[in-house]
């Protein structure tokens, strides 16, 4: 099987321009395979999934409650995706709906809100917690997308906002730089995350379940769960986190079908479309199409 699995990632790793990152791990008998599965990749939003387990952590440590309110001010609100800055400025929300909100539609400025609550010294603690060798989570959402469209990070967020809403353009050597302040980790990494959370060996069992069930509800589905089964004897529930910057493409996560549970873990970095593909996919979603079909064929391999 796992020979069929690595001839399958090749095959992927062969079509794209890009580097691609692919980490799996068979739940049931411990298996795991990798491509770059120590490379450090920018990791984009997926940097939201240590930050989800440092507050659950600090939920089982007694620390804070997911019931604690936070009231959002306008100058808390984050440049890039997401609803909150949308919203009647004063909004008041519990912790656990600003990580619901941080992952299942990724948004930047819930994310925000839990980043500062923990805070770098409680999100080193919990990266070490989980001896992980190429994760850090250094900056913001917020610094992340201005580093990355060129947004001065000494104007409000307001104006940031209108900036990056008016298309400012990118440029991925600003944050390409893996060494510099950075949000980055690994196919390995993730697939660490990930197990630890599924086996209920970080924070508490009843906490690592809630957040497969956060997880599970997850609204960005074109890449791990897009051609997999949603009914029938092989319906897969998958409890997974994208992330996206410009020339950037990730999803990693738990299946679970029919009792075939695997973590699979997909990183992208600058893959462009040839002709052909522009033409195929004229949205240019061309990582989605790459990683829903290397998804699927890892499934029906499995299952």
Request: hydrophobic residues 40%.
């Amino acid at each position: 099987m796992y020979g069929i699995i690595e001839q399958i990632a090749r095959s992927y790793e062969a079509k794209t321009t890009g580097k691609l990152g692919v980490g799996f791990l068979n739940l049931n008998t411990g298996e795991e395979f990798y491509i770059n599965g120590d490379t450090v990749f920018p990791a984009a939003s997926t940097f939201k999934l240590p930050l989800l387990i440092g507050l659950f952590d600090e939920v089982a440590k007694g620390n804070t409650s997911l019931d604690e309110l936070h009231t959002l001010t306008k100058e808390e609100c984050a440049t890039g995706g997401g609803v909150l800055q949308l919203l009647t400025p004063e909004v008041t929300l519990p912790l656990r709906d600003y990580a619901l909100l941080m992952m299942i539609i990724s948004d930047n400025t819930a994310t925000d809100v839990i980043y500062r609550y923990l805070g770098n010294d409680r999100i080193d603690n919990i990266i070490r917690k989980m001896g992980l060798g190429q994760t850090r989570c250094d900056i913001s959402c917020d610094h992340l997308v201005r580093l990355t469209y060129g947004i001065p990070i000494n104007i409000s967020a307001q104006e940031a906002i209108i900036m990056f809403d008016d298309g400012s353009p990118f440029d991925d050597r600003l944050y390409a730089n893996i060494d510099g302040p950075n949000d980055v980790s690994s196919p390995k990494d993730m697939v660490k995350m990930f197990s630890l959370i599924y086996n209920g060996d970080i924070t508490s069992k009843e906490c690592c379940e809630q957040m497969i069930d956060i997880m599970a509800k997850c609204q960005t589905n074109s890449r791990i769960p897009y051609y997999l089964p949603t009914r029938g004897p092989l319906k897969a529930k998958v409890a997974h986190k994208t992330g996206s910057l410009a020339m950037v493409a990730n999803d990693s996560g738990i299946v679970m079908a029919d009792g075939h549970n695997y973590v699979l873990s997909l990183f992208c970095y600058g893959y462009e479309a040839d002709e052909e593909e522009k033409a195929q996919y004229p949205t240019g979603h061309f990582f989605d199409h790459l990683m829903a079909e290397l998804s699927r064929d890892i499934f029906y391999a499995i299952c």
